[in-house]
């Protein structure tokens, strides 16, 4: 399966660092890189828990401003404590709880966003929901409620939440935008239908967008792409003892990209590239090879 094709990586990428100790590891990235980060502006979705709590705190540690979204406000709050907690200035993290599955919600959070910039530099979309434990055979047994339920948070949430944010991205020279999606988007795991689904369409989305926005903005530069993040404990994941900070070094090097990088290609947080459908491994490490 091309997926699982080896020969193409990033190499540096760092799985297993201490958050707390940030300052010295940098989550991998050269100092220039990690310098690209500060002062610019992300909305990450997700941000109350889990992988999206981990990327924001870490952008914020490189300096950036960080705009945090999720339903649950109290989330958003622990989410900033952890960052005060890691020696992060947390001054520069923005709680702006929104459910992504309703345009005025998200209108709403983009109003909030505007009063503390004009722009944004880049989305990162972590919000999601995972399948549903209601029966193991979910495409024959699920309700349709239950399928409307994730494909809309999982799906359109993502897409309404890059339309929202577009005015906001399209005020510089570029943007960024990543889409978390899994490897359940190339899988047919019985039981996860609906889930698999949902991640195959979010990665034809990431793809889709990515050269639907090469076209609608020929000057700017544009990098829109898909992370498979892998597993570890968050709350949608309680098996897996590995830690959500483990995806945070191939995401601030997709981030940090300078001008030229790949748009609509498919990564792995371990610095793997893949391919998806007709989309061909990105053809060369996004770190200069030190
Ligand atoms: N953990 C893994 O092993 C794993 C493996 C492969 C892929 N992933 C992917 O990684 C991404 C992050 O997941 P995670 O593991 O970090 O899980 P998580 O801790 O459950 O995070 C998901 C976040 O999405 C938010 N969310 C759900 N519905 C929302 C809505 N309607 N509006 C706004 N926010 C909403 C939740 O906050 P609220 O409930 O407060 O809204 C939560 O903070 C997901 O795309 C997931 O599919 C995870």
Not at 165 to 180: K, N, Q, S, T, V
Not at 201 to 224: F, H, M, W
Request: net charge positive; with cysteine; charged share 15%.
């Amino acid at each position: 399966m091309r997926l699982f094709q080896k020969s193409i990586v990033t190499p540096g990428i760092l799985q297993n660092v201490h958050p707390a100790s940030w300052r010295e590891h940098r989550f991998g990235l050269p100092q220039a890189r990690w310098e690209r980060l500060r002062g610019r502006d992300f909305w990450i979705t997700g941000a109350g828990t889990g992988y999206g709590r981990c990327i924001a705190l870490a952008l914020a540690a490189a300096g950036a401003r960080v705009f945090l979204s999720g339903r649950r406000i109290e989330k958003l709050r622990e989410a900033v404590d952890e960052g005060a907690a890691l020696g992060i200035d947390v001054r520069r993290c923005i709680a702006v709880p929104v459910d992504i599955r309703s345009e005025d919600d998200l209108a709403r959070a983009v109003r909030h966003i505007q009063l503390v910039t004009p722009s944004l530099y880049g989305l990162v979309n972590s919000a999601a929901l995972p399948q549903s434990g209601e029966t193991a055979f979910p495409l024959t047994g699920q309700s349709a409620a239950a399928w409307t339920n994730l494909l809309t948070t999982n799906v359109t949430g993502q897409w309404l939440t890059c339309k929202a944010a577009m005015p906001l991205l399209d005020h510089g020279d570029g943007f960024r935008i990543l889409f978390l999606s899994s490897f359940a988007g190339w899988a047919s795991t019985p039981g996860f239908g609906p889930y698999n689904v949902s991640k195959s369409a979010l990665n034809t989305l990431g793809a889709s967008l990515a050269a639907e926005c090469v076209l609608r903005y020929p000057s700017k530069d544009v990098q829109i792409n898909v992370l498979v993040p892998g597993e570890a404990r968050t709350e949608m994941n309680q098996g897996s003892t590995e830690s959500p900070y483990a995806v945070v070094s191939m995401v601030l090097v997709l981030l940090s990209h300078p001008p030229g990088g790949p748009n609509g290609f498919f990564f792995n947080r371990d610095g793997r590239h893949l391919a998806f459908a007709y989309t061909q491994e990105y053809p060369q490490p996004l770190l200069a090879v030190h």
